[in-house]
T-cell receptor, first 117, second 110 residues
Framework: GAVVSQHPSRVICKSGTSVKIECRSLDFQATTMFWYRQFPKQSLMLMATSNEGSKATYEQGVEKDKFLINHASLTLSTLTVTSAHPEDSSFYIC?????????????FGPGTRLTVL | EDQVTQSPEALRLQEGESSSLNCSYTVSGLRGLFWYRQDPGKGPEFLFTLYSAGEEKEKERLKATLTKKESFLHITAPKPEDSATYLCAVETGANSKLTFGKGITLSVRP
């Protein structure tokens, strides 16, 4: 149980294009989903917290107009990187917290490697 | 500001050579401390959650302990398949925000 999937696992795009990453909780309902970014040999940095049906809360320094987050249902959240540039190349990881059970358990997706040329 | 520091950055062990990974933290209002394992190119895999000083949890060759200032992940008789990056994270605040350390890269030689 507690499986989180991400799609795509890897994406390469040209500078200036937009990329959408999906995060799904496969066998549980997630009231809250989190989006992280991880640069090589660095830790996971929280970008935003997304609650179903409401606007995402962004961490300081993260541009909300560049990283659009939609949490339309209890099993799906999407992150859209708009007008991507090479400096946006990174490993993007989502996590989901179950609507029931232990409130502070987060289950992570496998990550999406974004490369912007 | 919440801070999590993991040491050492990298650790190389011989198979069977037990050791400990350290995670020290400075936070206001700890709700929980998490240990994750991350393999290259993959998302973190949950290992343990510790909630209060003195708590210990075990899983196979791994044992996690918690004090008021730090946590240790003890690895007993490690095997090559234990090679990975081990991440420590603390949860604070009402929104369950996790603050991660930089991780410890463990390599176990056969």
């Amino acid at each position: 149980g507690a499986v989180v999937s991400q799609h795509p696992s890897r994406v390469i795009c040209k500078s200036g294009t937009s990329v959408k990453i999906e995060c799904r909780s496969l066998d549980f309902q997630a009231t809250t989903m989190f989006w992280y970014r991880q640069f090589p040999k660095q830790s996971l940095m929280l970008m935003a917290t997304s609650n179903e049906g409401s606007k995402a809360t962004y961490e300081q320094g993260v541009e909300k107009d560049k990283f659009l987050i939609n949490h339309a249902s209890l099993t799906l959240s999407t992150l859209t990187v708009t007008s991507a540039h090479p400096e946006d190349s990174s490993f993007y990881i989502c996590s989901a917290r179950a609507a029931s059970g232990k409130l502070n358990e987060q289950f992570f997706g496998p990550g999406t490697r974004l490369t912007v040329l | 500001e919440d801070q999590v520091t993991q040491s050492p950055e990298a650790l190389r062990l011989q198979e069977g050579e037990s050791s400990s990974l350290n995670c020290s933290y400075t936070v206001s209002g700890l709700r929980g401390l998490f240990w994750y394992r991350q393999d290259p190119g993959k998302g973190p895999e949950f290992l343990f959650t510790l909630y209060s000083a003195g708590e210990e949890k075990e899983k196979e060759r791994l044992k996690a302990t918690l004090t008021k200032k730090e946590s240790f992940l003890h690895i007993t008789a490690p095997k090559p398949e234990d090679s990975a990056t081990y991440l420590c994270a603390v949860e604070t605040g009402a929104n369950s925000k996790l603050t991660f350390g930089k991780g410890i890269t463990l390599s176990v030689r056969p």
